[in-house]
């Protein structure tokens, strides 16, 4: 069961708001993990950005929560970068604010947090970390380039079975200014609404 307030964001996901063009982006990691599924074979995702710090992580999370929405067994999501920095205290204040309860786990230049969508399912953990690190699959996952600096510095990622380029406009542009809050929830929605739609096109 999910918490309410998840819920309520999630009756906002308008996928007719998703264009043709856009569509067709999102294809490639329809047929992905359809192919798995069909298959009844474990499903990684291993979504990725330059720092792992904004774009990454909402994908991560809204990722796995549509896999538990849909009831699609075996989805393992992840997130990572091509470098570590740390999760943008934004991010979680914005995933908080739809409904995820949040809690940090450990403090510090690179905190980890806890994420979760319902009260009976594993948290998400969420901390900024390589693409390769220990904490994510080595081998048998797709890699979902979530931003276009980070998919065209890392020509080759080692392990990936599957490159699929799905990039976001970077919220961090808000940075500072008094659409911080409402962009990042932009991000976020438009994010949380594309996951959606791909977990909501996969046949069981």
Avoid at 7 to 14: E, G, K, Q, R
Avoid at 65 to 90: D, Q, W
Avoid at 124 to 148: H, V
Wanted: charged letters at 25%.
């Amino acid at each position: 069961m999910f918490y309410p307030e998840i819920d309520n964001t999630i009756s906002l996901f308008d996928f007719k708001q998703i264009s043709e063009d856009r569509k067709s982006v999102l294809q490639p990691l329809i047929d992905f993990i359809q192919k798995k599924a069909d298959r009844k074979l474990q499903i990684r995702l291993n979504l990725i950005c330059t720092h792992n710090s904004r774009r990454s992580h909402f994908s991560q999370v809204w990722a796995q929560t549509a896999a538990a929405y849909y009831e699609l067994k075996n989805v393992s999501c992840y997130s990572g970068g091509t470098e570590a920095t740390a999760l943008f205290p934004m991010v979680a204040e914005t995933l908080q604010y739809s409904g995820f309860k949040v809690k940090t786990i450990s403090e510090g230049t690179n905190p980890v947090y806890s994420i979760k969508f319902s009260s009976n399912e594993l948290p998400i953990i969420g901390f900024s970390k390589t693409y390769n690190d220990d904490f994510n699959p080595e081998t048998e996952f797709a890699a979902i380039m979530t931003c276009s600096h980070a998919d065209g510095e890392c020509p080759f990622i080692s392990g990936a079975e599957k490159r699929i380029p799905i990039t976001f406009e970077d919220p961090k542009v808000s940075d500072g200014t008094t659409k911080q809050k409402e962009i990042y929830l932009e991000r976020s929605l438009q994010i949380g609404t594309e996951m959606f739609y791909v977990f909501s096109e996969i046949k069981q």
